[in-house]
């Protein structure tokens, strides 16, 4: 059973980096910029799941504007 768990995990891993190899600039900095503002959220709310989405938000807007 390890086995399989490990074949799927690898798999899984690789079709979603797979995905993103033609992601434009804009899109890769709104990724970016989610992740940044979830942690960023997180922190200052105290693992608010409130405050880690308003962060992935306002972050991923972030990220948006400044990958023009």
Do not use: E, P
């Not at 600039?25 to 960023?40: E, M, N, P, Q, Y």
């Not at 807007?61 to 023009?68: F, M, R, S, T, Y």
């Amino acid at each position: 059973m390890k086995i399989f768990t490990k074949i799927v995990l690898i798999s899984t891993v690789a079709v979603t980096l797979s995905a993103c190899g033609n992601l434009s600039t804009r899109d890769k900095s709104t990724i970016v910029g989610a992740g940044i503002g979830a942690v960023a959220g997180s922190v200052l709310s105290d693992g608010s799941g409130w405050g880690t989405v308003g962060g992935a938000a306002l972050g991923g807007v972030i990220g948006n504007q400044v990958g023009k």
